[in-house]
């Protein structure tokens, strides 16, 4: 390059045909220095699957990559497609393009796949990145990718590196040689002295974004070397130094849109325009552009609040948005101007119903009052917003006396920790609004009004720090009141969602289900129409759950689909347990239904958190873990779960409501009656009579009659069970019914036993509940004769149902019988025994011991001669420290070996 005189501007190299912009890729600045050594690598890494170019922010990944795009020969680089990857359809559009099928007329070429730059890779969701490195693994010759990222990624390296499949680039790459230092810094601060371009390119050290904030901050000063030879003073970061003069080299018209947009990251122009209310907005964006660095050009538009295709968007450089950020603290004029600016537009934004980033921006711009105000009038709509990521904790902590000012503001605060289950610091603000509340004389307009006060209340009664009914009394009363009312403020209506879901919640739990069905769905269909679709969803899954405590399984199992359906498409903090309630709604429900999963412990989502307040999803958790344990052909490990106290909350513990306790003693009468404990199903009925549950506990002293053999009085009970059941789960009168017929057709009685039978295929349709139909009885007939026989005179769909699915399957008591050890035999088994180590063949001939076999059998069965089952079954014996079958079974089955 020809040399100037000192002072002179000289002017840059070129790549005039790369200034419009590639394809959706990045626009190239109107003066652009070639990146020869970076180009020459990627010509080679993306011959492979995979290349990762590693570099901090600053580095010039993209720019770079977008120059190599419009000289490389490579043809999949002239079109290749690029992609954000922070834009909330990257993961979607990304795994759709790797995973195409490659064309059969394409198979043999190079010409396929086409190549995919995915810039901001470190942005993606941590599934994708999963997803690509699956396929680098299994199938790499079915993409062809190229991630820009400011960090390494979860991909696994040593492998496809040495296939060539994977190639990592990194930062050093990018860091720009004397050369290209020299002629980036004479075209940025207009000047080719030799002693500026030394300054600055030392203090830069090759970093192409650090580089150009220097060289515009030298340039921009009336002495570039006296500027310069002052920049080299101290050890501070260049990017450090620079942040304080940087905005003096911008006109004033483009220092207020960057304040303005300080905290969009991406900004459309419209939105540019809105919040620096300048109409020509785009014009001054684009100016910026020119330079390469301070803003780049997306050519798609990001984000709901792009008006039109044709609205450009531009990304804030990271560290001028550092710099930016800088010169909002240090204040001045300039930044209050775009304070004031901005507070106008959120109130335009708020008075539209826009609150998706309103407490964002007045945050970014330090509008503390402007915030306090947001917070107080829309700060549960802000909590509970669809795709709010913001924290208020925050705020707060960052401005503790203005918070403590504005009670107005502590119901938010409040609400967004309990939601995010920090529970103490919930506590801290609730008990502040108790007591603000109960300091304030009573004519006086309250700053916290009545609905937020009975919220508060009630999350204090579900973790038992206030008495439980009296909240929800004063709940209900708020409820009808605010209701009623015909001028009801913003305030109160954006908390009612919250009200009418908390009560349902703590109805539910005490098994007012009807109340709490209402109540509920008020809160789904409030939450909707206030735009509130994630805190609608969380009702939805309270009411899943509370449908199945009614007894309606399949209207819960409807629901639950419901709200995991919804909850694909609204995602974040505040759905932290929704997905977690729902599915465990589903599990309960399908477990009773037919067909029953295949693998149900594969669908249980064990070990997720539940709130603290969530009592009911803690209660019905346990019950779905007994329930899987018996299913897996353990009914003692079943007893064990819900004998084990539960870790989670001494409440539910201590204060199980009538309708849970009694579910979870008859539950327990069940495992009972399978391991034939008397002793424990005596105790059971009385403890269901105290709780004046007549009809369960008949239920219990059907069981237990049925295991004494006592045919005519358990009939007697199971009749009376039928006629007094309480509570709808589990389905005590469904469950009666069928024992009841089951015996009577023992008894000589088959018509009356068809009769009941009906009835309780009749009753279990609706809620398609098919567990009454598994056999509870010892002494009655078989259900698999039964059910032909209702199936014979029945033209129902669900008794046809029943009979296919349950033809095979043998009945409950008979599955467990040989299994299952008794009382006397957990008793009598030797304490000294360990549990042994059996070999395969010894667990197979043990399990035909179990079955009745005789030697002959088992050799039979085992293809082996009798001497060797003899032998096998003599080592058996010997392990278990036993001498007779009988001994060996109890053995067995008290160490679960069976």
């Known amino acids: 390059m020809a040399r100037a005189r000192p002072g002179q501007r000289t002017r840059a190299p070129r790549i005039p045909e790369a200034v419009e912009p590639l394809g959706n890729g990045p626009r190239l600045p109107r003066v652009y220095i070639p990146r020869h050594r970076l180009w020459e690598q990627l010509d080679r890494a993306t011959e492979g699957a995979l290349t990762l170019l590693v570099a901090p922010g600053g580095a010039g990944k993209t720019l770079g990559v977008g120059g190599w795009v419009t000289v490389t020969s490579i043809p999949q680089a ?64 079915s993409m062809r990718v190229l991630l820009l990222s400011r960090w390494d ?46 300054i600055v390119s030392e203090r830069a050290q090759g970093w192409c974004g650090a580089l150009v904030l220097a060289a515009r901050t030298v340039g921009a000063a009336r002495d570039p070397v006296a500027a310069a030879e002052q920049l ?31 905290g969009e990251g991406v900004v459309s122009v419209s939105t540019a325009a809105h919040l620096a209310h300048d109409p020509g907005a785009g014009d001054v964006l684009d100016d910026l552009e020119t330079t390469g660095f301070l803003v780049t050009r997306v050519a798609t538009p990001t984000g709901d609040e792009a008006q039109s295709i044709g609205d450009l968007s531009y990304r804030i450089h990271p560290l001028l948005a550092e710099v930016i950020r800088r010169q909002l603290v240090a204040g001045g004029e300039d930044v209050a101007r775009a304070k004031g600016t901005v507070a106008r537009a959120v109130r335009l934004d708020v008075a539209r119903g826009r609150l998706q980033d309103a407490f964002r921006r007045l945050v970014t711009v330090d509008a503390e009052q402007d915030v306090a105000d947001l917070l107080a009038r829309h700060g549960v709509a802000l909590v509970l917003g669809r795709l709010s990521r913001v924290e208020l904790a925050g705020f707060a902590r960052a401005h503790p006396q203005l918070i403590e000012a504005r009670p107005d503001t502590w119901f938010a605060l409040a609400l967004e920790r309990w939601i995010l289950a920090d529970v103490e610091e919930a506590q801290l603000w609730c008990e502040r609004i108790l007591g603000h509340v109960a300091g304030q004389p009573e004519p006086a307009e309250p700053a916290i009004d009545a609905v937020r006060v009975a919220c508060v209340r009630l999350w ?57 069905e209402a109540n509920l769905t008020l809160a789904v269909g409030l939450s909707r129409s206030r735009g ?7 009702s939805l899954t309270h009411l899943a759950l509370t449908e199945f405590m009614a007894g309606r399984e399949h209207a819960c199992v409807e629901l639950a689909r419901e709200a995991m359906s919804l909850a694909e498409t609204h995602t974040g903090a505040r759905l932290r347990f929704t997905p977690y309630r729902a599915s465990l709604g589903l599990l309960l429900g399908q477990l009773v239904d037919l067909p029953a999963p295949a693998d149900p412990s594969g669908l249980a ?93 008949a239920l219990v002293e059907g069981l237990l009659a049925d295991l004494e053999g006592d045919r005519r009085r358990a009939a007697s009970s199971f009749e009376t069970a039928a006629a007094d059941a309480v509570y709808s789960q589990p389905p005590t009168r469904a469950l009666a019914l069928a024992c009841h017929a089951q015996l009577l057709d023992a008894l000589g009685e088959p018509e009356a036993a068809m009769e009941l039978l009906a009835v309780a295929a009749t009753e279990t349709e609706v809620r398609r509940n098919a567990v009454p139909f598994l056999g509870w009885t010892r002494q009655g007939t078989p259900m698999r004769i039964l059910l032909p026989r209702l199936g014979e005179t029945s033209s129902s769909r669900w008794v046809r149902e029943i009979n296919e699915t349950l033809a095979d399957v043998p009945e409950v008591m008979n599955t467990f019988r040989a299994s ?74 008290s160490l679960h070996l069976l």
């Not at 079109?79 to 795994?95: N, R």
């Not at 501070?236 to 220092?255: I, K, M, Y």
């Not at 549990?835 to 010894?842: F, G, K, T």
């Open 78 to 141: 002239k079109t290749a497609t690029w992609i954000q990857g922070d834009d909330p359809t990257a993961a979607a559009h990304l795994e759709r393009l790797v995973s195409a099928d490659r064309p059969a007329d394409l198979a043999a070429t190079d010409a396929w796949p086409p190549l995919v730059i995915v810039d901001d890779a470190h942005a993606l969701p941590a599934a994708t990145v999963r997803m690509l490195d699956q396929r680098l693994s299994r199938a790499p010759e």
């Open 153 to 198: 990624l979860a991909i696994t390296r040593l492998v496809p590196e040495l296939l060539g499949h994977f190639t990592i680039l990194r930062g050093e790459i990018l860091r720009l040689n004397d050369t290209e230092s020299a002629e980036l810094i004479t075209e940025h601060a207009r000047t080719d002295h030799p002693d500026v371009i030394r």
């Open 232 to 262: 080299a003073v101290g050890g501070a970061p260049v990017a450090d130094r620079v942040a304080s003069e940087v905005f003096a080299t911008l006109g004033h018209r483009q220092r207020h849109l960057l304040l303005c947009v300080a």
């Open 460 to 516: 204090r009664a579900l973790l038992g720090l206030e008495p439980i009914y009296a909240a929800i009394g004063a709940a209900k009363r708020v409820s009808v009141a605010s209701r009623e009312h015909t001028s009801i403020p913003d305030s109160i209506d954006s908390a009612m969602p919250i009200l009418l879901n908390d009560l349902g919640v703590a109805q539910s739990w005490l098994g007012d289900l009807a109340e709490a």
């Open 532 to 538: 509130l679709h994630t805190f609608a969803i969380n």
């Open 605 to 697: 989502e064990r070990g997720q958190s539940i709130h603290s307040a969530d009592l009911s999803v803690q209660f019905w958790s346990r019950m779905r873990d007994a329930r899987l344990e018996l299913m897996a052909g353990s009914a003692a490990a079943a007893e064990q779960v819900l004998e084990t106290p539960a870790a989670y909350a001494e409440l539910v513990e201590a204060n199980l409501p009538d309708h849970l306790h009694a579910a979870m003693l008859v539950e327990r009468a069940f495992l009972a009656a399978l391991s034939s404990d008397r002793g424990s199903l005596r105790m059971l009925a009385r403890q269901l009579d105290a709780l004046h549950a007549l009809g369960e506990a």
């Open 820 to 893: 299952t050890p008794t009382p006397r035999e957990r008793q009598t088994a030797s304490d000294s025994v360990v549990r042994p180590l059996l070999s395969p063949r010894e667990r197979e001939v043990l399990g035909e011991l179990a079955r009745g076999a005789t030697y002959a059998d088992i050799a039979a069965s085992l293809f082996v001669s009798e001497n060797t089952v003899k032998t096998h079954v003599s080592s058996l014996y010997g392990k278990l420290a036993v001498s007779r079958r009988s001994e060996a079974l109890a053995v067995a089955r």
